[in-house]
């Protein structure tokens, strides 16, 4: 079957757009030829810094006939209902429609329609121009003679070539042709800006990768990626060093270069005097290279790695010099502030530092940094206890936790605030518990960071998150779709896995409105549901009043998923939604709500006398169970009322015609619902 092949040549597309903009091309070119009944065996999509690709393996040659039936007016109705549809269906006239019989409506006209496949070449060269013009580039722009349009079209960088092909691999494939703002389609492509001259005519995709490999691209990004990747530690262990790895600098640097070429610098040992964290963060951040590490004493070596763009004549020794002195540059700048920093915190009390912050605003409606300091303080001190911190230490770590904020090293490089303030508190002859609340009361910033484990650390981590939960809930700043400027999804779930991986017993209600605390739940339910947990569980039991208490939470929806994965628990669950559904209904109907009280005179049945014994019995030892945090032992209990519950579904009638009687059973029904919901509300639950 054929294949397709474009590619979207152009000037440098930003690293941070690359992989979003290759995803994009496959699903939308992709959908587009679905959506035409052009179903394919696989795609792949390609970029590198000037250019975007996709081939689509196993296409037809063109699409399928399509047979369609549309109904039209009845015989003899009026001109225009016959007018409209023959236009509808596209028939020259009536004589070209069918009639049929319908044993109630009587004859009817029929359009039978027979559409032949258009060539799949004339489907892409519909699809593709609209494709491009419609791109959802984050930023894009217009260039040229034509750019003063309003409809001229737009890309990220200014678009210079479009190759299309289309056949199978036994022949030569053929242009999809059409044009877009002058430019048109065709079989050409460019290598390497520097390494290599002319253009190139390919065929497909096999030929379209050898031929760029041989003018120094390489296409494929996880490729540059595993040859950057490898490359770096061989070097390095060439110099007994280990390469310090950085994902994120990986995928970056595989967005700038075509044609990777791995070498190594250095710096004067001087420089290691600075933090391992701020000679990282200065190299990475000003030149984009990989910093290397000693094995033996796991500090940083005088080393680096970067990735040139071309293979130099000179082995690279240029480019490796202008590096270095960049660099030593850059390092020069971090090691003053250092410096600077490490004399100040010497010189200056704390206090004198705080004071400082004061003329700092945090939020215009939250009053200044200062101010929000002593809030998380107080509130770290009140924490303590529930978690086993020392009141006073935990209240001086809050103070202390975010001094780092006012110094010279965290000014040129906010990406080690925390970390820093662990250095100067070491320098400063704090108590360890400090430093690492410093460090560690920013965690955890992601799904995958580690959470803080000493007491200290989680009493401020947890002040600090609360503090600005509850701030902006009281000014009603909250997230609002995808927009979260104050990150406060993530500061909730912060709170939720510092609670749960230290199985911490912390009521939030203490700290907490409703409406905020409905907020922790939704965090609660991504966070269970990540782990495989079910989220109608989660909503069952914090529709109970009083669930603030994350862990207890969590407890009980994971013995509540045990128990309704058992036979008992399925049954049960049907038939407490059977009387819930029933209530609901007489509920609305007779404008009241039917509560416990059964009257044991008005029991006639032995299956009703039977279930009202239960639940009087039960009661009293489920709540007891629950009082004690035995949750496994109180799904035992309830387990015991599906006998009795299935019994009287099945012999008793509830809407008796004796409306006494009726009452009383619905008041039955109510006592059901009433000993369910004491582990949680069973109408919550799907299933």
Same mark, same amino acid.
């Given at each position: 079957?054929?294949?397709?092949?474009?590619?979207?040549?152009?000037?440098?597309?930003?690293?941070?757009?690359?992989?979003?903009? =290759?995803?994009?091309?496959?699903?939308?070119?992709?959908?587009?030829?679905?959506?035409?009944?052009?179903?394919?065996?696989?795609?792949?999509?390609?970029?590198?810094?000037?250019?975007?690709?996709?081939?689509?393996?196993?296409?037809?040659?063109?699409?399928?006939?399509?047979?369609?039936?549309?109904?039209?007016?009845?015989?003899?109705?009026?001109?225009?209902?016959?007018?409209?549809?023959?236009?509808?269906?596209?028939?020259?006239?009536?004589?070209?429609?069918?009639?049929?019989?319908?044993?109630?409506?009587?004859?009817?006209?029929?359009?039978?329609?027979?559409?032949?496949?258009?060539?799949?070449?004339?489907?892409?060269?519909?699809?593709?121009?609209?494709?491009?013009?419609? #791109?959802?580039?984050?930023?894009?722009?217009?260039?040229?003679?034509?750019?003063?349009?309003?409809?001229?079209?737009?890309?990220?960088?200014?678009?210079?070539?479009?190759?299309?092909?289309?056949?199978?691999?036994?022949?030569?494939?053929?242009?999809?042709?059409?044009?877009?703002?002058?430019?048109?389609?065709?079989?050409?492509?460019?290598?390497?800006?520097?390494?290599?001259?002319?253009?190139?005519?390919?065929?497909?995709?096999?030929?379209?990768?050898?031929?760029?490999?041989?003018?120094?691209?390489?296409?494929?990004?996880?490729?540059?990626?595993?040859?950057?990747?490898?490359?770096?530690?061989?070097?390095?262990?060439?110099?007994?060093?280990?390469?310090?790895?950085?994902?994120?600098?990986?995928?970056?640097?595989?967005?700038?270069?075509?044609?990777?070429?791995?070498?190594?610098?250095?710096?004067?040992?001087?420089?290691?005097?600075?933090?391992?964290?701020?000679?990282?963060?200065?190299?990475?951040?000003?030149?984009?290279?990989?910093?290397?590490?000693?094995?033996?004493?796991?500090?940083?070596?005088?080393?680096?790695?970067?990735?040139?763009?071309? =293979?130099?004549?000179?082995?690279?020794?240029?480019?490796?010099?202008?590096?270095?002195?960049?660099?030593?540059?850059?390092?020069?700048?971090?090691?003053?502030?250092?410096?600077?920093?490490?004399?100040?915190?010497?010189?200056?009390?704390?206090?004198?530092?705080?004071?400082?912050?004061?003329?700092?605003? #945090?939020?215009?409606?939250?009053?200044?940094?200062?101010?929000?300091?002593?809030?998380?303080?107080?509130?770290?001190?009140?924490?303590?206890?529930?978690?086993?911190?020392?009141?006073?230490?935990?209240?001086?770590?809050?103070?202390?936790?975010?001094?780092?904020?006012?110094?010279?090293?965290?000014?040129?490089?906010?990406?080690?605030?925390?970390?820093?303030?662990?250095?100067?508190?070491?320098?400063?002859?704090?108590?360890?518990?400090?430093?690492? =609340?410093?460090?560690?009361?920013?965690?955890?910033?992601?799904?995958?960071?580690?959470?803080?484990?000493?007491?200290?650390?989680?009493?401020?981590?947890?002040?600090?998150?609360?503090?600005?939960?509850?701030?902006?809930?009281?000014?009603?700043?909250?997230?609002?779709?995808?927009?979260?400027?104050?990150?406060?999804?993530?500061?909730?779930?912060?709170?939720?896995?510092?609670?749960?991986?230290?199985?911490?017993?912390?009521?939030?209600?203490?700290?907490?409105?409703?409406?905020?605390?409905?907020?922790?739940?939704?965090?609660?339910?991504?966070?269970?549901?990540?782990?495989?947990?079910?989220?109608?569980?989660?909503?069952?039991?914090?529709?109970?009043?009083?669930?603030?208490?994350?862990?207890?939470?969590?407890?009980?929806?994971?013995?509540?998923?045990?128990?309704?994965?058992?036979?008992?628990?399925?049954?049960?669950?049907?038939?407490?939604?059977?009387?819930?559904?029933?209530?609901?209904?007489?509920?609305?109907?007779?404008?009241?709500?039917?509560?416990?009280?059964?009257?044991?005179?008005?029991?006639?049945?032995?299956?009703?006398?039977?279930?009202?014994?239960?639940?009087?019995?039960?009661?009293?030892?489920?709540?007891?169970?629950?009082?004690?945090?035995?949750?496994?032992?109180?799904?035992?209990?309830?387990?015991?009322?599906? =006998?009795?519950?299935?019994?009287? #579904?099945?012999?008793?009638?509830?809407?008796?015609?004796?409306?006494?009687?009726?009452?009383?059973?619905?008041?039955?029904?109510?006592?059901?619902?009433?000993?369910?919901?004491?582990?949680?509300?069973?109408?919550?639950?799907?299933?």
């Amino acid at each position: 079957m054929p294949d397709l092949l474009l590619e979207l040549f152009c000037e440098e597309i930003p690293a941070r757009m690359q992989a979003g903009a =290759a995803e994009s091309l496959r699903k939308l070119v992709t959908d587009a030829l679905v959506e035409r009944g052009l179903v394919y065996e696989g795609a792949k999509a390609f970029v590198t810094p000037r250019r975007l690709a996709l081939a689509v393996h196993g296409l037809p040659a063109q699409q399928p006939d399509t047979h369609e039936e549309r109904k039209g007016p009845r015989v003899g109705a009026p001109q225009g209902a016959i007018d409209g549809f023959l236009k509808a269906a596209g028939l020259a006239s009536i004589e070209q429609a069918s009639i049929e019989s319908d044993p109630k409506k009587g004859e009817f006209y029929i359009a039978r329609i027979h559409k032949h496949g258009r060539p799949t070449p004339e489907v892409i060269a519909e699809i593709v121009p609209a494709v491009i013009r419609a #791109f959802p580039w984050p930023k894009s722009m217009r260039w040229g003679k034509g750019s003063t349009s309003p409809n001229a079209l737009r890309w990220v960088r200014p678009l210079q070539s479009i190759l299309c092909t289309f056949g199978p691999e036994t022949e030569e494939p053929e242009i999809v042709a059409f044009e877009i703002d002058g430019l048109r389609s065709g079989d050409v492509t460019r290598g390497h800006r520097f390494l290599a001259e002319g253009t190139i005519r390919v065929r497909r995709l096999e030929d379209w990768m050898a031929k760029l490999e041989a003018a120094f691209v390489v296409v494929d990004r996880e490729r540059r990626k595993d040859i950057i990747l490898n490359d770096a530690k061989d070097l390095a262990l060439a110099q007994g060093l280990e390469l310090v790895e950085d994902a994120g600098l990986l995928d970056e640097i595989s967005g700038l270069v075509e044609w990777p070429v791995v070498l190594m610098g250095s710096f004067d040992p001087a420089f290691l005097d600075v933090p391992d964290e701020v000679v990282r963060a200065t190299i990475r951040a000003n030149q984009k290279c990989f910093v290397l590490k000693d094995p033996a004493t796991g500090r940083l070596a005088n080393r680096f790695i970067l990735v040139s763009n071309l =293979a130099a004549s000179d082995g690279g020794a240029a480019i490796i010099a202008g590096n270095e002195r960049v660099i030593r540059a850059r390092l020069s700048d971090a090691k003053f502030f250092w410096e600077t920093d490490k004399k100040t915190n010497a010189s200056v009390p704390l206090e004198e530092r705080l004071a400082k912050f004061g003329n700092v605003t #945090f939020h215009e409606k939250l009053g200044s940094q200062l101010e929000r300091i002593r809030r998380i303080a107080r509130l770290a001190r009140e924490l303590a206890p529930v978690v086993g911190a020392d009141p006073d230490l935990a209240e001086q770590a809050a103070l202390y936790a975010k001094s780092d904020l006012r110094t010279e090293v965290v000014g040129e490089f906010p990406e080690v605030q925390g970390l820093m303030g662990r250095y100067y508190a070491r320098l400063e002859g704090l108590p360890e518990e400090i430093a690492a =609340a410093a460090e560690e009361h920013y965690k955890p910033q992601g799904p995958t960071d580690i959470v803080p484990t000493a007491p200290v650390s989680i009493a401020v981590a947890l002040a600090d998150k609360l503090d600005t939960l509850v701030g902006f809930w009281a000014i009603d700043e909250k997230p609002t779709g995808s927009k979260d400027p104050y990150a406060l999804r993530r500061a909730a779930l912060g709170v939720v896995r510092i609670v749960l991986e230290n199985g911490l017993t912390v009521k939030l209600g203490a700290f907490a409105e409703p409406d905020l605390l409905s907020f922790f739940a939704d965090r609660l339910k991504v966070h269970l549901r990540e782990a495989g947990a079910r989220h109608d569980l989660v909503d069952a039991v914090f529709a109970l009043p009083g669930q603030d208490d994350l862990l207890l939470v969590v407890k009980r929806v994971e013995a509540l998923g045990r128990f309704l994965a058992t036979e008992d628990g399925k049954n049960l669950l049907a038939g407490t939604k059977r009387a819930a559904n029933i209530l609901r209904i007489e509920e609305k109907k007779d404008g009241v709500a039917y509560e416990g009280g059964v009257d044991m005179v008005l029991l006639h049945e032995p299956e009703e006398r039977a279930l009202a014994d239960a639940i009087a019995a039960l009661g009293p030892q489920i709540e007891q169970a629950l009082a004690r945090e035995d949750f496994e032992a109180a799904m035992a209990l309830i387990a015991q009322l599906r =006998a009795p519950v299935d019994a009287f #579904f099945e012999k008793v009638t509830v809407n008796a015609e004796d409306q006494a009687l009726r009452v009383n059973r619905l008041r039955l029904l109510a006592d059901i619902r009433a000993a369910t919901r004491a582990i949680a509300d069973f109408e919550r639950i799907e299933g």
